[in-house]
């Protein structure tokens, strides 16, 4: 039962939603007196994406049981962990997670908690996730923006340029959530949830992928040169692999991190 509950948190699968968090406790590690805060925040934020992918897999057995690739990700879904067993455990991450997270300002707890209600809507009833439109917002809220600002305020402060930087992820976060979905297309529609590309269609939906990758990618050059920006702009009526936009995103990204670090 144990290993079930451990692979319920499904850790492999969000490293990149942690990355958002230390991205921006990395952007600010100069400014720090010392490094207690920067193990809270990692904990915190180990604890929260475990808590979110748990009860995730609490709620979405309808459609993983469908899709043979989630069922093997999702124990509840496989049958080796009961619902409640997963529940409890889904909560016991969220109020250790708090329990770390209320060691640090007020600004952060009050984005912890923030974070946490939002994954928790979007999973659980009202379940966010199957409401068109609400779907990408929230999912790009609370696996993108948020986790970042969580560690960006790790000085006590979001300047311009984080919240900048914070957009920019929160619109690849968007693109980041249609793709998912997509992939899903067919075992939601089994399902009869209605998500975004569902309603939409996979040809818009894909095109909303491109567009929303273009903008961030754009915000992310503009922030270095404003002429930059208009290379990002170009991406949005290009198709380009998936693969290939994930790995500019991090090189960008790196790049800022690189630029806060030497005080540029």
Avoid at 237 to 244: H, L, S
Wanted: hydrophobic share 50%; with cysteine.
């Amino acid at each position: 039962m144990l290993r079930a509950i451990l692979r319920n948190t499904r850790i492999g699968d969000g490293r990149s939603f942690i990355g958002m968090g230390l991205l921006g406790l990395a952007m600010n590690i100069r400014n720090l007196p010392d490094f207690k805060n920067v193990s809270i925040v990692l904990i915190s934020l180990v604890l929260y994406v475990a808590y979110a992918f748990s009860i995730n897999n609490c709620f979405d057995v309808d459609t993983d049981v469908l899709n043979p690739k989630k069922r093997s990700k999702n124990p509840i879904a496989s049958g080796e962990l009961s619902f409640r067993a997963g529940v409890i455990f889904s909560m016991m991450l969220a109020l250790l997670g708090v329990s770390f997270a209320s060691l640090l300002s007020r600004e952060e707890i009050m984005i912890y908690i923030s974070m946490l209600l939002l994954a928790t809507l979007y999973s659980a009833p009202p379940r966010l996730k199957a409401q068109p439109f609400l779907d990408v917002i929230s999912h790009g809220m609370f696996f993108g923006a948020m986790p970042f600002f969580y560690g960006a305020c790790s000085d006590g402060i979001l300047t311009k340029y984080e919240i900048l930087i914070g957009f920019a992820i929160l619109t690849y976060s968007f693109a980041m959530e249609l793709r998912n979905h997509l992939e899903d297309y067919e075992s939601d529609l089994e399902a009869g949830l209605r998500t975004t590309p569902i309603i939409m269609g996979r040809e818009m939906s894909e095109r909303l992928v491109m567009a929303f990758s273009g903008i961030s990618i754009a915000i992310l050059l503009m922030s270095f040169s404003m002429p930059f920006g208009a290379l990002g702009g170009m991406i949005a009526g290009v198709r380009v692999n998936y693969r290939t936009l994930d790995w500019v995103v991090t090189f960008l990204l790196t790049l800022h991190v690189v630029k806060t670090l030497l005080g540029a």
